[in-house]
């Protein structure tokens, strides 16, 4: 393949390490290979990614809220809401203050201790997401057509373990 080729098809990554490596021709540049693509993957699909949400009138983290309702069942306090989706308290509050006047999401008040908040899927909640699931995941399933499925399970192994070893070193820093 001729070099003109090579540089027409490399991702954004390739062509800023690249650049790297002419300023700092001694780094161990290896990790931004991951990181940064990594970082941009996550950038693309969260953008693309929401295109049926979007057209739902519900953001990512909204969806995702409304997931981890469903999957969990019954049910969660904010704080498990924001141990689920991964999100800080404030950020789960917010989301959910959203959903509660959209009517998806409902609130109950534990009788014994009224500072604690119980969350649920109203039937309209229910109702949205079994209908909204499968269109997110066909389309989720299309952006990643291009991408065999030998190697699309070898890629979800592969972030599997970096996800084990971050959570590791990370965990607690996030929610």
Not at 44 to 54: F, T, V
Request: glycine content about 10%; charged content about 30%.
């Amino acid at each position: 393949m001729n070099t003109a080729r090579r540089r027409s098809e490399q991702d954004a990554v390739a062509i800023a390490l690249r650049q790297w490596r002419r300023v700092l021709p001694d780094a161990d540049l290896d990790t931004i290979a991951v990181i940064g693509r990594l970082t941009r993957c996550t950038a693309l699909l969260q953008h693309a990614g929401d295109a049926p949400l979007g057209r739902a009138g519900v953001s990512r983290p909204e969806f995702d809220i409304l997931c981890a309702l469903l999957r969990v069942g019954g049910e969660l306090t904010p704080g498990r809401l924001a141990r689920e989706t991964f999100a800080s308290g404030a950020a789960v509050t917010k989301r959910l203050r959203r959903l509660e006047d959209g009517g998806l999401v409902a609130r109950r008040v534990d009788e014994r201790d009224r500072r604690v908040a119980h969350l649920s899927l109203t039937d309209a909640g229910r109702e949205f997401i079994m209908r909204l699931l499968p269109e997110q995941l066909e389309y989720e399933t299309a952006l990643l057509a291009g991408l065999p499925a030998e190697r699309e399970r070898e890629l979800a192994d592969l972030l599997g373990e970096l996800l084990l070893l971050l959570e590791g070193r990370l965990g607690g820093l996030i929610g």
